[in-house]
């Protein structure tokens, strides 16, 4: 095992912070993780596993372990309607339609290639999620989700291993207690666990999501009735192109906030002097678009210090040239106050912030 020390951790994030890690281990297979585990290494220090490094901001250098998943590739493909053998990790997926396809992919994999990949294979299921920033990893942990899908639609189970034990253990779709941006990894098994693949179910038959209304007014702009995953995929790569940065050239954590979450009666008191509000029903509550409220608040294509809040989105923080993490947090803090003092709302970030 190959510990580096002091290494920036610049090209690991996709902010591009320049913060230091004391230690650095990365490994790219599952034998590899089970030695670090197998180390103690995780047991006699602080650690963080860092994925793709899309949502997170080190406000500080961390001192402790950084993690670096890197094992790539799909592990095993199959189609559902063939007997089931203990290679799925013995999931059972007796009771899945013939038109189920679950492919098994490791946690170190990009995101996106992996979307794009399956997409172009004509299954459907992650089109609606390409060009998202991060690791396949990642993607249970904080349940990713764009354009009316969430990683949780098309996860069958996600494997990780125990740090305290070192034993490897299945987690079903329920057992992942997914929300909103959020999992059991979160909450109660946070810094428990460390994700090794996931098992997702994809279709082969149409199973579009075009119901985000940018979405249906490209594919009908582009006159498209029935859109193969391809089509879809092309559409939200169009979409995102035009409202988010490109992570090759402009450093950011994607969506820095969480859309809040609020009860009848705080909307309509927000209506009342704000009727544009823009709400979406969410179960008996109401999601409000976090980007319309900064915007309000004046803060789209602002900059304080080198961070920026991105003129296309106003959900976006950006690096504007060489900001430090407590940059982007004071940036961060300073729209949490204006956003909190005019609509009486508390933002809660999305992007995780490591002191
Ligand atoms: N809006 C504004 N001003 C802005 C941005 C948005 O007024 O600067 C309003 C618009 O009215 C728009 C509404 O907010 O109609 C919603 O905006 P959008 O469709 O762009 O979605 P979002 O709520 O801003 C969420 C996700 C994104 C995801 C998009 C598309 C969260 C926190 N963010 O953004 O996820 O790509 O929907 O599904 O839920 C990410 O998590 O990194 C991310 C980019």
Redesign the pocket.
Known sequence: MDIKENISLKAYNTFGIDAKASMFVEYDTEKGLQQLLESGLLHNNPFLVLGGGSNMVFANDYNGVIVHPANKGVITERECNTPCANDFNGYDCSALSEDKVLVEVAAGEVWSDFAWAMTRKGYYGLENLVE?PGSVGAAPVQN?????VEAKDVIAYVAAYEIATGDKKIFTNKECKFGY?DSIFKNELKNKYIVVSVCFMLSKTANAKTN?S?LSKVLSEKGIATPTPLHIAECIAEI?GE??PNPKDVGSA??F???PIVTHSQLEEIQQNYPDV?SYPAGDKYKL????L??KCGW?GRTLGNAGVYPK????LFNNGGCTGAEVVALANAIEADVESRFGVRLEK?AIIIN
């Open positions: 998202i990713v989700g764009a354009y009316g941006r985000y940018a995102r409202k988010l994607g969506s906030f969480k859309n823009v678009a976090a980007g319309w900064i915007e789209k989105q106003a959900l976006v999305e």
